[in-house]
């Protein structure tokens, strides 16, 4: 069973930084991409940033290109994504996910980031 | 960016009845390898998503069988036969075709 296990949010000043993780189990981790995934309060869903499953290629939405940067941990089943320059705007729930156009895709529970002063 | 267009933006359903949404793309979502990444996910209150609906009309592990896609090209639909009370959220639309990956604004589903 495809499980994710997201941490490593909370409550940060702007301009602040802050490393988020993603455990993941039940599956062959290093073969698929994973992204990060994030919900605003009373917003959409915004796509933020993918990595392929070697770590060789990565991607990121304009808004936080720059800022953030996504990295993977095959040995540990893990993804990361550093946030720099953390902006008000960047509070969400942060969610990891994996390879979203295929089968076996359940989300995890999401770790918030809140940005304030 | 690919323009996801959702209608209606607000669904009052009632119990038992069917409901369906509309995902309007500003382009083609077929991809060279001939599939089409177009995807609806599940905003429950207090949940995280749930995503019921793969490559158009592809149903995740779970989901009850009363939630269907269909469409292609630019124009999808995601159905549900009988409406229930746990149905009640928001459904977005979203596509994995180009990059970036882009959601629709979103419709929610209230019961009347």
């Known amino acids: 069973e495809v499980q994710l296990l997201e941490a490593g949010g909370g409550l940060v000043r702007p301009g602040g930084s802050l490393r988020l993780s993603c455990a993941a189990s039940?599956?062959?981790?290093?073969?698929?991409?994973m992204s990060w995934i994030r919900q605003a309060p009373g917003k959409g869903l915004e796509w933020v940033s993918v990595?392929?499953?070697?770590?060789?290629?990565?991607n990121y939405a304009d808004s936080v290109k720059g800022r953030f940067t996504i990295s993977r941990d095959n040995s540990k089943k893990t993804v990361y994504l550093q946030m720099n320059s953390l902006r008000v705007d960047d509070t969400a729930v942060y969610y990891c996910?994996?390879?979203?156009?295929?089968?076996?895709?359940?989300w995890g529970q999401g770790t918030l980031v809140t940005v304030s002063s | 960016d690919v323009v996801l267009t959702q209608s209606p933006l607000s669904l009052p359903v009632t119990l038992g009845q069917p409901a369906s949404i509309s995902c309007r793309s500003s382009q083609s979502l077929v991809y060279s390898d001939g599939n089409t990444f177009l995807h609806w996910f599940q905003l429950r209150p207090g949940q995280s998503p749930r995503r019921l609906i793969y490559q158009t009309s592809k149903r995740d592990s779970g989901v009850p069988d009363r939630f269907s896609g269909s469409g292609s090209g630019t124009d999808f639909t995601l159905k549900i036969s009988r409406v229930e009370a746990e149905d009640v959220g928001v459904y977005y639309c979203m596509q994995g075709t180009y990059w970036p990956p882009t959601f629709g604004g979103g419709t929610k589903v209230e019961i009347k």
């Open positions: 996910v994996k390879d979203f156009n295929w089968g076996d895709s359940p």
């Open positions: 990595i392929t499953g070697s770590g060789g290629g990565t």
């Open positions: 039940g599956f062959i981790f290093s073969s698929y991409d």
